[in-house]
C-alpha cells in the first residue's frame, strides 16, 4: 500500500506544480555515483587491492567533479571495517591501493565506496562489491556456514503498489535464499476454501509474477513448496476495496502503454502521469478518467534511458501508484581490448591495443582501467561491470543476481524477466513528502567540493554543554604551513575544510589558550555508521585448492621478499609550495646570520618587522602595519611553530633558536574564517616536527589519517638480455594494474608490460566510460608458458 502527501492544488494546476517542485527538489538532491574497479575478487593476506573510482552525475552518468575525496572501507560479515582508507578525486576519477594486513581472517568481505554527499542518502545506493580474502597463516574452517540453516525471504509485489478488490491486476513475487541467491519453488494462492485458484513458479533468479483479481467475500493465503519439498504459507499483500491499478506494458518497440484502473468514489475525474529517470528527462501528462480507466501511450524517445520511475496523481495531486520501468539505452559502448599474440613466454612483453567506439561506427574519446591478472583455479567470480552498475544496480535496493544477464538485448524472455525485476525490486531516492515538503530539505553533509571535512564538537569542561561561538584551530606540523580556523555553531559544532591533506599526520586541535581554557573537543569519524546494502554471501573455500593456495602465498612472499620495490610509493608534490598565508612580506633564513644563543636576541637585532615588548614579565610582539606604516598593532600577532599555534609567547621566546630554520612575517591585518590576526609569525624547524617544542597539554593531539598518498604500480621490464637472465624470482599474479589510460579521438589507446615467471592462464579485464555517459567493459585472456632454456 502506497502512502503519499497530499498536495493540496486545484485540478487544473497540479500537474505543472509537481513539476515546479520537483525540478526545486532535483536541484538540491543531486545524485551522485560511484563505481569502484578493484584489480580483482580474490586476496591473500599481504596482497594488495588497486582499485580505480568512476564518479558520476547519477542524471547523466557523466564523470562529476563534486567531491575530491572517497571514502573506502573493507567490512566483515558482522559490518564490521576491518581497514579504513580515503583518497583523492579529481574530475570524477580517482585511485589507490590497499594492502590486506595480516590481521585479517578468511572470509568473504564487502568493499564499499562513497562520498561525503553521498552519506546523506540511504547507504543502499553506496557502491559494494565482494571480495575473497584467505589468511593461510592462521587455520580457518573452508566451510564456517555448511551447517548454517537456508533461510528463506519471499516477497510479493502488486504491480503499481496495491491490489484493488474487484479489478484484475498483475503480481510480481521474488524469492531469495539468505545468500541473497534466487530460489527454486512450486507456489498455490489458495482461498479460504483451500481452493487453488493461481499456480506460478519463478522465471529467474526467484522471480516471476501472476495475474490475479482478488473478489469480494474470500481471503487468501499463498503456499509456497520448496525444492527439499518444505511447505511455507505466506499472506498475500493487503487488498484495498478503493485504489488505482497500473499496468504497464511494451506496446511496440517505440512504444509503452500505461493503462491506469480507477476504483473510487469519484472514477470521472483526471488523473496525471508524471515519469522520470534519475530525477531528468521528465515527461508529463494528464488524461480523464472515463468509466474508470486512462490509457496513456509514451513514446520511448522522451523517457530517460535506464530506470524510469513512473508516477501516477490522482485529481487533489496526491501520489497514488508507482512503479519502475526499464528501457535499454540506444547506443552501446564498444570497448575492445587485443594483445599481438595468444600465447607468451615467461619475462616476454606483451603489446595491449585497446579500442572504444559507442555504436560500432563512431569513435570517441574515453578513460579506461586495465586489470590483467593470474585466473587460477581459487579465482572468484569477476564483479559487475560498470555498465550494468551504472544503468541497473546502482538504482535497486539489495542485491541484484547477475546484472549483465539483463543487459542482453534481442530476447523477449529476458525483456520479461527485466521487467519482473522492476516490479520486484524496490527503489526510491527520495520521497514525495520532501518533494512537496514547505520547508526546503536540507543535508548534514556537504559535499567536499575543495577538500576533506573534519568534523567535532566543543564542550564547556565545566558545563559539559556545548559551547557556542567558540575560535578552533587545526593544524598539523607540516611544510609548507597549513591552518585550518573555524567558528563553533549554536551546537558546539565545528567543521575544518582542509586542502592537501595528505597521509598519516598528527593533528593538534585548540581554541585560543590565552582567552579561552576551560574548553575540550570531541572529534566525529568522518566514515559512515549506516549499514551495509546487502549482507555477505557463504564463505567457502575447496580443500582441493590447498597446493594452488600455497603457491600463492609463496608467489606473494617472495614478492614482497625480492621485489621490494614493486610499489613505488609517490611523495606527493604540492600544487602550492607556500604557506597558507601566501608569500611572506619578510623571511630570514637564520643560518644566513651569526648565531644568538637566546630566541630574544635573534627577534630584537634580525627579525625587522617585529618588536619585542616586555609588560609585568611576560613577552609581547608587537608589528607595524604594512599598509598604513604609522600604525603599530596592539595586540599579539598568531604565532606559528611549524603551523601549529603558540598563543604563548614566552614558551617561543625560551625555545632554542638553533633548532630553527627560518622566520616568516605577515605584516598586516590578515583573515582566516571569522578570525582576524594583527600580522603573522611563523617560525619553521629543520625537519618540520616542532623539534622537541613541548605544546601546551590543553591541546589535543590526535593521530588522523588524510587522504592516502598515491603509490604507483611498478613491474620489472626485461627489456635487456642482463634483465631478462636475472635471478631474482618475479612470481607476480598481477601483471598490470593501469587505472588511468585516456584514449585518442579516434578512440585507441596502447599499453605494455612483461610477464612474470609464473606461467598459466591471464585474464584482462577493462573497465571505462566516455565522456559523454556512456559505460563499457571487455574480459579476455591470453596463455603464458615457461620460458625454454
Not at 31 to 55: C, M, N
Not at 287 to 311: C, D, R, W
Not at 616 to 635: A, C, G, S, W
Amino acid at each position: 500500500m502506497l502512502s503519499f502527501p497530499y498536495l493540496g492544488k486545484g485540478q487544473d494546476n497540479n500537474l505543472s506544480e509537481i513539476e515546479k517542485k520537483f525540478q526545486l527538489f532535483s536541484q538540491k538532491a543531486i545524485q551522485e555515483k560511484l563505481y569502484l574497479h578493484l584489480d580483482r575478487s580474490f586476496y591473500v593476506v599481504g596482497e594488495t587491492i588497486w582499485f580505480k573510482a568512476y564518479d558520476v552525475n547519477g542524471a547523466s552518468n557523466q564523470l562529476m567533479d563534486l567531491s575530491k575525496i572517497a571514502y573506502l572501507e573493507v567490512m566483515d560479515k558482522e559490518q564490521n571495517a576491518v581497514i579504513q582508507t580515503k583518497f583523492s578525486l579529481s574530475g570524477g576519477k580517482g585511485n589507490g591501493s590497499l594492502i590486506i594486513p595480516s590481521s585479517v581472517v578468511s572470509g568473504n568481505y564487502k568493499v564499499r565506496c562513497y562520498t561525503n554527499w553521498m552519506k546523506n542518502f540511504s547507504s543502499d545506493y553506496f557502491f559494494e562489491t565482494t571480495i575473497s580474502v584467505v589468511n593461510p597463516f592462521v587455520k580457518f574452517d573452508p566451510n564456517p556456514d555448511e551447517k548454517q540453516e537456508i533461510a528463506y525471504d519471499i516477497q510479493f509485489f502488486p504491480e503499481g503498489g496495491q491490489l484493488v478488490r474487484n479489478v484484475e491486476s498483475k503480481i510480481g513475487f521474488r524469492a531469495v535464499a539468505s545468500d541473497g541467491k534466487g530460489i527454486n519453488f512450486n507456489g498455490v494462492l489458495v482461498n479460504q476454501n483451500n481452493d487453488t485458484l493461481v499456480r506460478f513458479s519463478p522465471r529467474k533468479f526467484g522471480i516471476g509474477n501472476f495475474m490475479f483479481k482478488p473478489v469480494a467475500g474470500n481471503e487468501y493465503r499463498i503456499l509456497i513448496k520448496d525444492s527439499k519439498g518444505k511447505i511455507n504459507a505466506y499472506k498475500l499483500p493487503e487488498v484495498q476495496e478503493q485504489g488505482y491499478i497500473m499496468q504497464v506494458k511494451d506496446s511496440t518497440a517505440n512504444l509503452v502503454k500505461v493503462i491506469v484502473t480507477a476504483q473510487t468514489e469519484n472514477s470521472e475525474s483526471n488523473v496525471s502521469l508524471f515519469v522520470h529517470a534519475h530525477q531528468a528527462n521528465i515527461y508529463s501528462e494528464t488524461k480523464p478518467l472515463t468509466s474508470g480507466k486512462a490509457v496513456f501511450v509514451l513514446e520511448k524517445n522522451k523517457i530517460g534511458e535506464g530506470i524510469n520511475q513512473i508516477t501516477i496523481f490522482n485529481a487533489s495531486g496526491k501520489p497514488v501508484s508507482e512503479r519502475l520501468y526499464f528501457k535499454r539505452p540506444a547506443k552501446d559502448f564498444i570497448v575492445d581490448g587485443k594483445v599481438s599474440k595468444q600465447e607468451y613466454n615467461t619475462r616476454d612483453k606483451v603489446i595491449m591495443d585497446l579500442t572504444t567506439n559507442s555504436d560500432a561506427t563512431i569513435a570517441e574519446m574515453s578513460n579506461l582501467s586495465v586489470s590483467v591478472f593470474l585466473a587460477d583455479s581459487i579465482q572468484n567470480d569477476d564483479q559487475e561491470n560498470i555498465s550494468s552498475y551504472l544503468y541497473l544496480s546502482s538504482d535497486l535496493k539489495g542485491n541484484v543476481e547477475s546484472p549483465e544477464y539483463y543487459a542482453q538485448r534481442n530476447s523477449n524472455e529476458i525483456d520479461s524477466d527485466l521487467d519482473n525485476l522492476m516490479i520486484t525490486q524496490g527503489w526510491r531516492r527520495f520521497k514525495w513528502d520532501d518533494v512537496f515538503s514547505k520547508t526546503p530539505v536540507t543535508y548534514a553533509n556537504l559535499p567536499e567540493f575543495d577538500g576533506h571535512f573534519i568534523y567535532g564538537k566543543v564542550f564547556n569542561t565545566i558545563s559539559n554543554e556545548p559551547a557556542s561561538g567558540i575560535n578552533t584551530y587545526l593544524a598539523a606540523p607540516d611544510f609548507p604551513a597549513r591552518l585550518y580556523f573555524s567558528q563553533s555553531d549554536a551546537t558546539g559544532a565545528i567543521r575544518f575544510e582542509v586542502k592537501e591533506f595528505f597521509g598519516p599526520k598528527e593533528i593538534t586541535i585548540q581554541t585560543n589558550l590565552s582567552l579561552d581554557s576551560t574548553y575540550r573537543f570531541e572529534m566525529a569519524n568522518p566514515f559512515s555508521k549506516q549499514p551495509l546494502k546487502v549482507g555477505l554471501k557463504s564463505f567457502f573455500f575447496d580443500k582441493k585448492l590447498e597446493n594452488q593456495l600455497l603457491r600463492r602465498t609463496v608467489n606473494m612472499q617472495t614478492g614482497n621478499s625480492f621485489l621490494p620495490k614493486i610499489y613505488k610509493e609517490n611523495k606527493y608534490v604540492f600544487s602550492d609550495s607556500i604557506a597558507f598565508f601566501g608569500a611572506p612580506d619578510e623571511k630570514y633564513f637564520l643560518d644566513d646570520f651569526t648565531r644568538f644563543p637566546t630566541m630574544e636576541e635573534v627577534m630584537r637585532e634580525y627579525v625587522r618587522g617585529v618588536m619585542v615588548r616586555r609588560r609585568q614579565k611576560e613577552f609581547h610582539f608587537r608589528m607595524v602595519d604594512k599598509l598604513f606604516p604609522q600604525t603599530i598593532f596592539n595586540t599579539d600577532p598568531l604565532i606559528l611553530l611549524d603551523g601549529i599555534p603558540v598563543f604563548n609567547t614566552d614558551k617561543i621566546m625560551a625555545f632554542d633558536p638553533l633548532k630553527v630554520k627560518k622566520i616568516e612575517l605577515m605584516n598586516a591585518h590578515y583573515y582566516l574564517g571569522w578570525g582576524d590576526f594583527t600580522g603573522i609569525v611563523s617560525l619553521s624547524t629543520y625537519r618540520g616536527d616542532l623539534a622537541g617544542f613541548e605544546m601546551d597539554p590543553r591541546v589535543l593531539v590526535l593521530p588522523y589519517e588524510g587522504a592516502q598518498i598515491k603509490r604507483e604500480f611498478y613491474e620489472p621490464k626485461y627489456d635487456t638480455q642482463v634483465k631478462l637472465q636475472s635471478r631474482v624470482p618475479d612470481f607476480r599474479n598481477l601483471l598490470h594494474w593501469a587505472p588511468d589510460i585516456d584514449t585518442d579521438v579516434q578512440g585507441k589507446a596502447q599499453l605494455s608490460f612483461y610477464t612474470s615467471d609464473q606461467p598459466g592462464r591471464y585474464r584482462v579485464i577493462i573497465q571505462g566510460i566516455t565522456k559523454t555517459g556512456l559505460a563499457g567493459s571487455k574480459t579476455f585472456s591470453f596463455e603464458v608458458t615457461r620460458r625454454s632454456l
